[in-house]
């Protein structure tokens, strides 16, 4: 694959990483996102991750220019239905996540199981906690906010979520489901940036090799399971 890096900070340091253990050619690395508009490659793929702002006033010209797109930019929920419908009209791939680790996306999934399974029960009360470094600009987190839309739908009310800014913290969150006999505990804790490099690389090798508009997590089950 040729890929384009839109946001070469920590993140896409390490998506060239393994981009280059993979084989893979990086056709241009874009520090600044106002310098995406010179870039035009349509057979290169652009990886994203940039800010709220930055892919705002950027994602028509990365549709326009490029054969696909992995966004790992959180922050742009609000306008989710817009850019898959200008992705669609262009009718470039696009694969997106709040976060790319695979072990969060099958968090997901479990969290999914357990808040159906828990609501119903009804002696269950979920709550939320997230840490991260102290740099980190977004609370709660992006993964947070994905694990509190996934309970919400099965507890039909808003969750609040605990953030803890910190220290060099790459991302912990603790989904935990309390009731007055038991408790249960769905724990993630991320050891360094290459899980979620590592997972937004194979989103642009599932991508190349099947076009779609997705989120991650429906793009992995499809590739582990084969729904």
Request: neutral net charge.
């Amino acid at each position: 694959m040729n890929i384009i890096l839109s946001g070469y900070g920590k993140m896409g340091r390490e998506v060239e990483k393994i981009l280059l253990e993979r084989f893979h050619t990086v056709a241009a690395k874009i520090n600044n996102s106002g310098d995406l508009a010179s870039v035009s490659s349509p057979d290169s793929l652009c990886i994203d991750f940039t800010t709220p702002d930055a892919f705002r006033a950027n994602y028509k010209i990365i549709a326009d220019n490029f054969s696909a797109a992995v966004i790992g930019t959180t922050g742009w929920n609000d306008i989710e239905n817009d850019v898959k419908a200008y992705f669609k009209s262009k009718n470039k791939g696009l694969v997106y996540a709040s976060n790319f680790s695979i072990g969060v996306n099958i968090c997901f999934e479990t969290a999914e199981l357990i808040s159906k399974l828990t609501s119903a029960d009804g002696n269950y009360e979920p709550y939320i906690i997230e840490l991260h470094h102290n740099q980190k600009k977004d609370a709660p987190s992006g993964t947070a906010k994905t694990f509190a839309s996934i309970l919400e739908k099965d507890y039909n009310r808003k969750f609040d979520i605990a953030s803890v800014r910190a220290g060099n913290i790459k991302g912990i969150h603790t989904v935990g489901f309390e009731s007055d006999y038991d408790k249960i505990v769905l724990h993630h804790e991320a050891y360094s940036r290459h899980g979620f490099a590592f997972g937004a690389v194979i989103a642009a090798e599932w991508l190349s090799e099947t076009p779609c508009i997705s989120q991650f997590r429906d793009l992995l089950k499809l590739k582990l399971k084969g729904d």
